[in-house]
């Protein structure tokens, strides 16, 4: 199993400019996640998916929208991108047997400049 | 809504002394409990998890993290750190009524010193 994956790795942006984080598990995990890591601040819930068909606001969710388009598959869309998104991206998945069943599984991260 | 401090950005120790990381916790309902750890480039990994079964947890690598309600900490420690340990960890929270929600700390780099 590969995971949870992330493309791309690395994205430089100029502000206005639009773009689609990718995410994929294989992993049959029902709740998908996206989260930005910024220094000082941990990781920040954007958006997440609890299931395939809903998509539900995090902490900071302004500025994105969010795609489940399968049970794999969950992409994070910048319409027009600002600087203050300049951050690392991180995918993240959970099986959902119960509610005790909470360990998130996450990609490897997608460093996003935007200029 | 749920949040953590983890007290200390950076924790510095020699090879083979005492780890201590430090977590303390908000939450208006008994919470579940995370310490993940981050190695350079690469994403979060689970060290352990608290979900209300025993107070001390144990976690991979000689890790282990005590939840104590009446102060509100989950503080994460290893007997003898080694070098493999350098990394970011990072305490989380998450509200039972909604687990999808989880608040991650800021983090704390530790460095371990040959």
């Known amino acids: 199993n590969a995971g949870v994956t992330q493309t791309p790795k690395f994205q430089v942006l100029k502000t206005g400019q639009s773009m689609t984080l990718q995410c994929a598990q294989d992993m049959n995990h029902n709740s998908m996640y996206w989260y930005r890591q910024d220094p000082g601040m941990g990781l920040r819930l954007i958006y997440y998916s609890a299931s395939e068909g809903t998509t539900d606001k995090g902490e900071v969710p302004n500025g994105y929208n969010v795609s489940r388009l399968n049970k794999r598959e969950f992409s994070l869309r910048l319409e027009s991108a600002a600087p203050s998104q300049t951050s690392v991206y991180f995918c993240a998945s959970r099986v959902l047997r119960s509610k005790r069943d909470n360990e998130q599984f996450f990609g490897p991260g997608t460093r996003l400049t935007v200029l | 809504a749920q949040s953590v401090t983890q007290l200390g950005s950076h924790v510095s120790v020699s090879e083979g002394a005492l780890v201590l990381l430090r977590c303390n916790y908000s939450s208006s309902v008994p919470p579940y409990l995370f310490w993940y750890v981050q190695y350079p480039n690469q994403g979060l990994q689970l060290l352990l998890k608290?979900?209300?079964?025993?107070?001390l947890v144990k976690g991979i690598n000689g890790f282990e993290a005590e939840f104590k309600k009446s102060e509100t900490s989950f503080h994460l420690t290893k007997p003898s750190a080694h070098m493999s340990d350098a990394a970011e960890y990072f305490c989380a929270v998450s509200d039972r009524r909604n687990n999808n929600d989880m608040r991650f700390g800021a983090g704390t780099r530790l460095t371990v010193k040959p």
């Open positions: 608290y979900t209300s079964a025993a107070t």
